[in-house]
């Protein structure tokens, strides 16, 4: 049985780069919780924000998170492989990182 292409990279979210990183919050890991990163992006009036669980920042060149101007592009979902989230700033720097679980926690009215 094989895996089509389609399958192997599921976009969970797709953003344009009207939404801006607002908020970012990273916790590192202890004995009672992994590690976990909090992002919130913007547009407008409209909110979203995601829980990344056990995020791997190795594929990152440079700190994307805190410079300006940066965007989520997508959120991937893969059976082969963590979550990935790709990252890009206004300047044309692109990135990507991957998390263990990807969680749409924006509150509901």
């Not at 780069?17 to 009672?32: D, G, K």
């Not at 805190?66 to 300047?91: I, M």
């Amino acid at each position: 049985m094989s895996i089509s292409r389609q399958q192997v990279g599921r976009y969970l979210y797709e953003f344009e780069e009207a939404y801006q990183v607002t908020y970012v919050n990273f916790s590192r890991a202890n004995e009672l919780a992994d590690a976990q990163l909090i992002m919130t992006l913007e547009r407008g009036c409209e909110r979203q924000t995601f829980a990344f669980s056990q995020p791997h920042f190795n594929d990152i060149e440079k700190n994307l998170i805190t410079s300006k101007g940066v965007y989520v592009a997508s959120l991937k979902s893969s059976p082969l492989s963590p979550h990935r989230v790709e990252v890009g700033d206004l300047e044309g720097g692109f990135a990507y990182f991957t998390a263990k679980n990807v969680k749409n926690i924006t509150p509901t009215a």
